[in-house]
């Protein structure tokens, strides 16, 4: 990797900056969000719920926490009737009046 050992220790051993600490925060906090909702929510609503929680952070950063964590949310759809037996309405005849019993196979 073309680092030399003392470079690679300092770095090692440097003491976590301002920066990282609260992204580390943040990233707790959007985990906790993402799973308190069943892995439903996308980056929008975590975001509001964190921003409702009193803790201000943008869209995209929880967007690129999402994204470097690879949380992706799952959609669900949503239950669609699509069949409505109970009205008054006149019902088709059977035009085609087709009987599937037969006495023996291939027939």
């Known amino acids: ?43 929008p ?9 009193g803790i201000h952070v943008s869209e995209r950063t929880v967007t690129r926490i999402m994204n470097e964590q690879q949380w992706r949310s799952r959609t669900v759809k949503k239950y669609k009737a699509t069949t409505n037996s109970k009205h008054n309405l006149p019902v088709q005849e059977n035009v085609l009046n087709q009987e599937f019993i037969v006495s023996k196979p291939n027939e």
């Open 1 to 43: 990797m073309n680092v030399s050992r003392s470079e690679y220790y300092k770095w090692r051993d440097r003491p976590e900056s301002e920066r990282e600490r609260q992204h580390k925060e943040w990233t707790e906090q959007v985990k906790e969000v993402f799973d308190d909702s069943r892995q439903l929510y996308g980056s």
């Open 45 to 53: 609503k975590v975001t509001q719920k964190l921003q409702q929680q």
